[in-house]
């Protein structure tokens, strides 16, 4: 099955290459020939993902899917939530972010988070939602090199590692991503 991931970040589609295996053709939206960014107008994470599918469906006409992700952190009262992405403003930077979020956390010992994928799939007329959550804590401090976004001070519940310390495979058992993605192959599989 091909099937578009209305997505222009490259590490996403990895991920979710790594994870689907060999039995779909995921395509990316440069290989449609979009090169626009996407709409992410909405205030929750479900309306972005939607949002995003939508407009590849309506403007290129393919069965696509399209996520949204947020991290919520309690003691900033779920921030930065849908704003994840442009926390630290534009032009968006994971590092920028990062840092505006540490300093916002400052020495509090409340430190617990989540990230939060939603992911809307568009087959023919039909739509469909999954939604992954990992629990875990904001880090003190940036550990490893692999992932992107926050995930250099996301350390998952009952692990050691932060999610950049953990190689793809192990990120995409536990991640937020990975169960949602887990969910979007056991439908796409009974199809």
């Known amino acids: 099955m091909k099937i578009c991931f209305s997505t222009n970040n490259p590490k996403k589609i990895e991920e979710v290459k790594a994870a689907l295996g060999d039995s779909f053709e995921i395509v990316s939206l440069k290989d449609i020939g979009c090169s626009e960014e996407l709409p992410e107008t909405g205030d929750t994470l479900e309306h972005n993902a939607f949002q995003k599918a939508k ?20 003691a900033l009262e779920g921030e930065p939530g849908v704003y994840s992405g442009r ?19 400052g020495d509090t010992s409340l430190r617990t988070a989540r990230f ?6 568009l087959l023919g007329e039909e739509e469909y939602k999954f939604e992954g959550v990992a629990e875990g804590e904001i880090m003190r401090s940036r550990t490893g090199d692999g992932g992107f976004g926050y995930d250099p001070v996301f350390l998952p519940k009952g692990h050691s590692k ?16 990975g169960k949602a993605v887990s969910e979007l192959i056991t439908f796409l599989s009974h199809r």
């Open 55 to 74: 407009y590849v469906k309506e403007h290129f006409g393919v069965d696509c899917f399209a996520d949204d992700t947020g991290l919520e952190v309690d």
């Open 87 to 105: 926390y630290a403003g534009e032009p968006r930077s994971d590092q920028r972010n990062i840092d505006l979020l540490l300093k916002n956390l």
């Open 116 to 121: 939060k994928t939603v992911i809307a799939l």
């Open 162 to 177: 932060s999610f950049a310390e953990l190689s793809m495979v192990e990120k995409n058992q536990i991640s937020h991503r």
